[in-house]
């Protein structure tokens, strides 16, 4: 007989709620984690009375009620609306991509005229079906936003050139032609008052931690000590690298306390040209409108991934797709592994599309316990 139903590989936002689910159904659970701290990339730390974004900034937004609904169990949201500022040499501009962009842009005051330019730039490309991020791009805003807002940026995060990456990724920003600055069309939308790290705490109330235990350091142990395992971590270093290693990025935070009371004037300000070599500058107090005297800042800079450094991007390309394909087959074969998250799965999933994923895996799971029974 094994000692726990579930032994979970990490403690982010996946783990922790798999976790919960199934220690609520009375299945014995033990969480192991790398870090010294619960919570994977949500993880805040309180600092000064103001919660720190420890791995960037997260800002919740869905338009799925069930997930909406099933978070504000662990914390308050507030109104949070996140409205970010790109900076480009000496020129300001408001972000996502709207009317008030097209006019600091163009001068321009209409959506006819800012359509106009847009078609134009994109016939002058000469782009029918955009085949990568740059003809994306051109596509959807015209070459000048391109040029200051979007090819520096990208270039800088991804660490490869726009033309060769794959459109998704510039799809998930909204182009409006209202005045509008939210960078989000979900309808729901906020930050937990009091810090991610609390949701992360409640959940894990009651179950048995492991912190800065590497599942690697004694992989045949863990292997043996759980009915099954739910795997949060990067699948290829799971299958040792047998078909190669899978692409990411990787980041560096550098966290500096400020003596002002308020630093930039916004949470999150961008740093589109490419000479600057990070991508935002957050502040941490315009989360939760914090009255301080001191504020908290971080730079992030985007940096290549190399085995040992944190993981955060997977690179969705065809090249490293069609790998990840070949490790998904093995992880389909194994009957007491489920695969759960941003490592694992390889996708660039936001914090809703997690919280979906792990009570499916929790569901999928029940059922199968009844199946059993029958
Ligand atoms: P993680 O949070 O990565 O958790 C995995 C855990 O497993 C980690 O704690 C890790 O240490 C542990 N682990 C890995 N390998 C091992 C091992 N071998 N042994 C033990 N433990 C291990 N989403 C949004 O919705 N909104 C945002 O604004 C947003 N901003 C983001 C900004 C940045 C910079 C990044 C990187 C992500 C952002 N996200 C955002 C995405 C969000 O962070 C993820 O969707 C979510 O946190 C993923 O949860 P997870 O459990 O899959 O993975
Ligand atoms: N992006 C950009 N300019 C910006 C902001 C974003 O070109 O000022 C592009 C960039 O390629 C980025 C993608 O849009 O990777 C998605 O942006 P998002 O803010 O969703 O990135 P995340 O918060 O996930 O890092």
């Known amino acids: 007989m094994s000692k726990y139903d579930y032994l979970i590989v990490g403690s982010g936002l996946f783990g922790s709620i798999f976790a919960h689910e199934m220690n609520k159904n009375e299945k014995k659970c033990l969480v192991i984690e790398k870090r010294s701290h619960v919570g994977g990339n949500v993880f805040t730390e309180n600092i000064e009375n103001i919660n720190v974004h420890k791995y960037g900034a997260h800002i919740f937004h869905t338009n799925n009620k069930e997930v909406w609904d099933y978070i504000q169990q662990f914390?308050?949201?507030?109104?949070?609306?996140?409205?970010?500022?790109?900076?480009?040499?000496?020129?300001?501009?408001?972000?996502?991509?709207?009317?008030?962009?097209?006019?600091?842009?163009?001068?321009?005051k209409t959506p006819e005229e800012a359509k106009k330019i847009i078609k134009a730039q994109k016939e002058e490309a000469n782009i029918k079906n955009p085949k990568n991020l740059e003809e994306q791009a051109i596509s959807l805003v015209g070459k000048d936003i391109y040029e200051k807002l979007i090819k520096g940026y990208t270039e800088k995060q991804w660490g490869k050139k726009c033309s060769e990456l794959p459109s998704f990724i510039i799809k998930r920003l909204p182009v409006r032609f209202t005045y509008d600055n939210n960078y989000f069309n979900d309808l729901y939308q906020g930050i937990p008052i009091g810090g991610y790290t609390k949701i992360i705490e409640k959940l894990l109330n009651g179950i048995e931690i492991k912190l800065n235990t590497d599942f690697f350091d004694d992989k045949e142990n863990w292997k043996n000590i759980a009915d099954k395992i739910v795997y949060t971590g990067m699948i290829d270093q799971y299958y040792d690298y047998c078909f190669g290693e899978l692409e990411y990025r990787s980041l560096e935070f550098k966290h500096?306390?400020?003596?002002?009371?308020?630093?930039?004037?916004?949470?999150?300000?961008?740093?589109?040209?490419?000479?600057?070599?990070?991508?935002?500058?957050?502040?941490?107090k315009h989360f939760e409108n914090i009255d301080s005297c001191k504020t908290i800042i971080t730079k992030e800079y985007p940096i290549k991934w190399e085995?040992?450094?944190?993981?955060?991007?997977?690179?969705?390309?065809?090249?490293?797709?069609?790998?990840?394909?070949?490790?998904?087959?093995?992880?389909?074969?194994?009957?007491n592994m489920i695969f759960g998250g941003r490592l694992a799965l390889y996708k660039y999933y936001d914090m809703w599309e997690v919280i979906e994923e792990s009570l499916k895996a929790v569901k999928s799971e029940m059922n199968n316990f009844k199946n059993n029974e029958k």
């Open 75 to 108: 914390a308050e949201f507030n109104r949070y609306t996140n409205s970010p500022i790109a900076i480009y040499k000496d020129e300001l501009y408001n972000l996502p991509f709207n009317m008030n962009t097209f006019h600091q842009m163009w001068g321009i």
């Open 256 to 284: 500096e306390t400020k003596n002002v009371e308020n630093y930039q004037g916004n949470a999150v300000v961008n740093y589109n040209e490419s000479e600057i070599p990070y991508t935002r500058i957050i502040e941490h």
């Open 307 to 335: 085995k040992g450094y944190e993981a955060y991007y997977p690179i969705n390309d065809e090249k490293n797709l069609k790998i990840f394909e070949k490790y998904q087959k093995l992880g389909n074969k194994e009957e």
